[in-house]
């Protein structure tokens, strides 16, 4: 026979379960007490029958009623939901409107452009070749602005740089280098060489004599030897001159104090400076070369070569030429 839960009413079969299983009240039959229960505890138990019924229906009412707003809530979501939808698909649909229209106002922009730029770019070209051509016609002017310009300049410079040219280049003792000064600024060698020979015998009085000795080479003005150093020097760009063949005598290994160095540094030396050819002297001045690719040092020469090499006298004129101390 089945029974009822006090508080929810739920049917269930005695004996067979504890607590109810709705509202977890407990089911569990009372002990048997001799001579019955206690009216007392009969009353006091109906009344927290009566309270947990109450609870019971306290609760379902508050179910029921949480229900109703979860439906009402559902229904309103599922409202929403729709309407979302709908707004989604319209907005889709104007975004598609939109998209098709831009798509068109892009296409129109470009064919615009390519219009606009066409015409753009031969206006452009128009205005380059324009500018082009007076470019070409200033160049053109400018150009010939220009030569004309420097050769008057040129016409007016010229007689100022002849007379400039013409400026007399005179040593402290009065000897006079202008026509040594030509000679080597043209690059005729062999004439300044033949210039300076017949200079250092003037300065040295021994034009009659014909060459130098050591004696005139310790007496030589040091202002005269250092001009006729100098526009060697100069003119050859450092190839030529008394100071450089002293370098090369000194590279050589000669000591720069008038003595000799014996034959393997002399030799050594005359083969640097070309004055001495496979083991052999040249034989006379002709024999030298005159021209820029002539080896370091070998001009000028004029004055070393007066006949035989061995020749005492101009032994000892070279060696004390090249101990100068003022090359």
């Not at 179910?63 to 979501?77: D, K, N």
């Not at 300076?196 to 009659?208: E, S």
Request: proline share 4%.
């Amino acid at each position: 026979m089945m029974a009822k839960c006090p508080v929810c009413e739920t049917e269930y079969t005695p004996n067979e379960v504890e607590t109810c299983s709705v509202c977890g009240y407990d089911l569990t039959p009372y002990p048997p007490v001799i001579g019955g229960i206690p009216s007392g505890f009969l009353e006091k138990e109906k009344k927290r029958i009566a309270a947990a019924k109450r609870v019971w229906q306290l609760s379902q009412s508050q179910i029921e009623s949480a229900q109703a707003m979860v439906s009402q809530l559902q229904s309103s979501i599922d409202g929403m939901t729709q309407t979302m939808n709908r707004l989604a698909q319209s907005q889709n649909q104007r975004q598609a409107d939109f998209q098709s229209q831009l798509d068109g106002i892009v296409e129109r922009i470009d064919s615009l452009n390519k219009e606009q730029n066409q015409q753009q770019l031969q206006n452009l070209q128009s205005q380059l070749d324009k500018i082009n051509r007076q470019i070409g016609n200033l160049t053109q002017s400018q150009s010939q602005q220009k030569t004309e310009i420097i050769e008057a300049i040129k016409s007016e410079l010229k007689p100022i740089l002849e007379e400039v040219q013409d400026v007399p280049i005179v040593s402290a003792s009065g000897f006079d280098y202008t026509q040594l000064n030509r000679l080597l600024k043209s690059g005729n060698w062999k004439a300044a060489d033949e210039e300076t020979a017949k200079m250092m015998l003037a300065v040295a009085r021994q034009t009659q004599r014909g060459y130098l000795d050591e004696g005139d080479i310790k007496n030589f003005p040091c202002d005269d030897l250092r001009i006729i150093d100098g526009l060697w020097v100069k003119h050859s760009r450092g190839r030529f001159g008394l100071s450089v063949q002293k370098q090369i005598y000194i590279n050589c290994g000669g000591k720069p104090d008038g003595s000799y160095p014996g034959a393997t540094i002399w030799e050594r030396y005359m083969d640097e400076v070309g004055w001495r050819v496979n083991g052999s002297y040249l034989l006379s001045w002709s024999d030298c070369t005159f021209s820029a690719a002539a080896p370091l040092g070998h001009l000028p020469a004029r004055m070393h070569i007066h006949g035989r090499w061995e020749n005492g006298k101009l032994m000892g004129f070279r060696l004390y030429l090249l101990s100068r101390t003022d090359l």
